[in-house]
């Protein structure tokens, strides 16, 4: 089948929409099962060299990497800073 909107190179996973007709819900139901998050959203974001798989804390130690490469003030970061002004 095909599947534009997929990013993911893995064509032999029997998940990726290529080899069905059910679009997404195999590739999410496998992620949710495992903590794991889907390739598309890991190139959008750029997966961190530090990264040892595609779990959830893989996941969000690639944004936060991203926005410090980026120069940005990452996420952690922000929401530290905006508690401890709000319990100043
Ligand atoms: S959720 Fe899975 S199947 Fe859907 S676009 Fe992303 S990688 Fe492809």
Known sequence: ?????????????PFHPVNHDKGCTPCIMKNQQEREVPSCLFKMVGRSERCEGYYFEDFALSVVDAQRAAGQVDVIAAADAAKAAAEE
């Open 1 to 13: 089948m095909k599947a534009d909107y997929c990013s993911c190179t893995d064509h032999a996973c």
